[in-house]
């Protein structure tokens, strides 16, 4: 994101997470154990990829229909933003060095059982594989339209069991400087924060990608497992998803924590409340020179408005970015 000044928003060192605090992402796995799904050590060292999930391409849901062309697939794996592997548009050889697999998924905080376990047999517990066609609208005003491979996030709650009192879901990248030269940046909040609340992810919408365009994720789209959220801003859309912590508490997001005027907690698509420094009224559409008019919850205002109308909410432009 174009944030200009740093200076105010700079972090204290203490912030950030020192390196002796990480460990190497296999020994982890070694050392953590694995809980639930009498999940076995030996089956992660062996590394069967997620791309061996199998079933590429999984059926089309003929639900979600677009307004528009499909985005070449060469332009959204190579346009990307993955602030991890630096902040401009063209990161996408350098996040090669980030191992997807085995990948380590921690879920805790209001469960009845803390658990860690693999990207994959997580995804195969919460079941549901379908691809979708989905909108997506970065808050910078560009926009693509791609298929999305994966499962509904909702059915994370199945494989999870949330406590009675957990309302938001906080969602977490992975944090390791070696593999993403991002993350050496001290000024950044790192790890990579998302949340949602549980209304939010129980929404049909809601979903938890594998893949794209009928393969296993690129890494430089998030892989192994991605959030996608498509009425909301892209910032919301968290990639390469290491810890999933169920709390009764609003978490604050990676960059509301940077910027909050600017980058919210609710960041629903909205053309009519600009962001502080440019209009939200159009998009470009990646990959041509073409604008087309944004629209409000970025055209899925049937499935999701509902979930804002009783909010306790002081200014409805707090809903918006
Ligand atoms: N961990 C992480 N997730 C992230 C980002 C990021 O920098 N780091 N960028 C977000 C933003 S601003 C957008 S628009 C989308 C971009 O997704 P894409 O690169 O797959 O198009 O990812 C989102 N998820
Ligand atoms: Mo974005």
Known sequence: MLIKSRRSWELPESAATSEDVFMNRREWLRAAGFAGLGLAASNLMAGSALAAIGGYPFPQNGAYTLDRALTDEEEATTYTNFYEFGSSK?????????????????????????????????????GGFEERLYRHRCVEAWAMAVPWSGVPLANLLKVAKPKAGAKYLRMETFLDKKVAPGQRQG????????????????????????????????????????L?????????????????????????????????????????????????????????????????????????????EGMYAKLPINDPRELYY
């Open 228 to 304: 996608v959220t498509p009425w909301k801003y892209g910032f919301k859309s968290i990639k390469s998803i290491a810890r999933f912590t169920f709390t009764d508490e609003r978490p604050v997001s990676f960059w509301e924590e940077l910027a909050p005027k600017e980058y919210g907690f609710w960041a629903n698509v909205n053309p009519n409340i600009p962001h502080p420094r440019w209009s939200q009224a159009t998009e470009r559409l990646l990959g041509t020179d073409e604008r087309v008019p944004t629209l409000l919850f970025n055209g899925y205002r049937d499935q999701v």
């Open 90 to 126: 063209n990161i996408w050889r350098k996040t090669r060095k980030m191992v997807a697999d085995p990948w380590a998924v921690t879920i805790d905080g209001m469960v009845e059982e803390e658990m860690t376990l693999d990207a994959e047999d997580l995804v195969k517990a919460m």
């Open 187 to 226: 000024w950044y909040p790192w790890p990579y924060v998302e949340a949602l609340t549980i209304e939010e992810v129980q929404n049909e919408l809601t979903f938890l990608a594998t893949g794209l365009y009928g393969k296993a994720l690129p890494n430089q789209n998030g892989a192994p497992i991605r």
